[in-house]
């Protein structure tokens, strides 16, 4: 894609950062790296369910808060949805001791309200990937399930809302109208924002997207999960910020939705999503430091006693693989 920003020589950054890290932003298309902030180290971790997407680039904020930054599709955008390794991403962002995601997308969206260029803060999200993404950390021999009703980090979804509550944060390009913030508090009298993710690559056909729309769908991409699904098993409190660049293909006076025109959308977007990713990092390493909501910390320990498999004699090899994510949870007998 023809957004990338120039590249900064991040090879010769150190490969460790022994502090723990607690915020993790995930850039989608358009945004692949966070111009704003200082990188200090990139960090290549090996996971039991391979490499993550790029090396992970750990950045500071003026006052020393340290944010983690993986790019989704690889710095060079060369992995295609369905093959974004999103295990070995939640677990390598999950060994770093990130406890917050913010993870940035592009989107189509499904309803006339939501202009091209738009900002979106989903709260609910329908699964219509085809089964073929690994989605669970969890295996044959070791069960487990873990709650998914509310995709989205209630406590993160409502401190980003309320840090772009006020219109006018967003910037106009090339003389087109300003974009908005939609929020299920904010433009939507409390309806859900309702995310549909497709398995793509391909776009969806004129019907598909009318009866997502009858389904009440909002926006569409092909990356919202398993990321958040897996993000949930890892005890991490994730939301998605969705980009509008297309009406999809639902409008029969539009042309279905192209590249190009996503491509084109792009480059306001990734200004915009650069201005809120800062404003962001700001606002949550407040929290973190200052803050009293405890981010992620309801999520601790919830996969401990979502188990249904007996431990006992469940195999060692496959308590190690769990024990890379969940350290000193079900002791090996
Ligand atoms: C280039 S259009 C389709 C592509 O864009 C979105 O990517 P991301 O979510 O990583 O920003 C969408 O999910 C598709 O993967
Ligand atoms: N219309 C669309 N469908 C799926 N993913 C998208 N990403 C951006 N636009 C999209």
């Known amino acids: 894609m023809s957004v990338h920003r120039e590249e900064i020589n991040l090879s010769q950054l150190p490969h460790e950062f022994n502090e723990p890290v607690q915020l993790a932003i995930i850039g989608g298309t358009g945004l692949y790296d966070l111009p704003n902030l200082k990188p200090v180290a990139r960090l290549t971790i090996s996971t039991p369910w391979g490499y993550p997407s790029s090396p992970i680039t750990i950045s500071v904020t003026e006052s020393g808060f340290p944010v983690a930054f993986l790019a989704r599709h690889g710095q060079k955008h060369d992995l295609l949805p369905t093959d974004v390794p999103s295990r070995a991403n939640m677990a390598a962002l999950k060994k770093i001791g990130v406890k917050a995601i913010v993870a940035f997308s592009a989107v189509g969206s499904l309803q006339p309200e939501i202009k091209p260029r738009d900002f979106v803060i989903p709260t609910q999200v329908i699964d219509r990937t085809k089964g073929i993404r690994p989605s669970t950390f969890f295996e044959k021999g070791f069960v487990a399930h873990a709650m998914f009703g509310e995709p989205f980090d209630l406590k993160l979804n409502k401190l980003i809302t309320d840090s772009f509550e006020t219109n006018g944060f967003l910037d106009q390009h090339d003389g087109k109208d300003i974009p908005t913030f939609h929020s299920k508090a904010k433009t939507n009298k409390g309806e859900d924002l309702t995310l549909i993710c497709m398995e793509g690559p391909q776009f969806s056909t004129r019907a598909e997207s009318k009866l997502y729309r009858s389904w009440g769908g909002s926006v569409i991409n092909m990356s ?26 639902w409008n029969e006076d539009e042309e279905p939705v192209t590249v190009e025109t996503v491509v084109g959308n792009l480059k306001a977007n990734s200004a915009n999503a650069c201005k809120m990713a800062t404003k962001l990092v700001d606002v949550i390493a407040k929290e973190f430091t200052e803050g009293s909501l405890g981010l992620g910390d309801d999520l601790q320990g919830s996969m401990k006693y979502s188990v249904s498999t007996s431990p006992q004699g469940v195999k060692k090899e496959v308590l190690e693989k769990m024990h890379f994510l969940f350290p000193g949870y079900w002791p090996v007998h």
């Open 224 to 249: 919202c999960l398993p990321e958040a699904k897996l993000a949930r098993e890892a005890e991490i409190a994730y939301q998605m910020i969705c980009m509008s660049t297309d009406y999809d293909s």
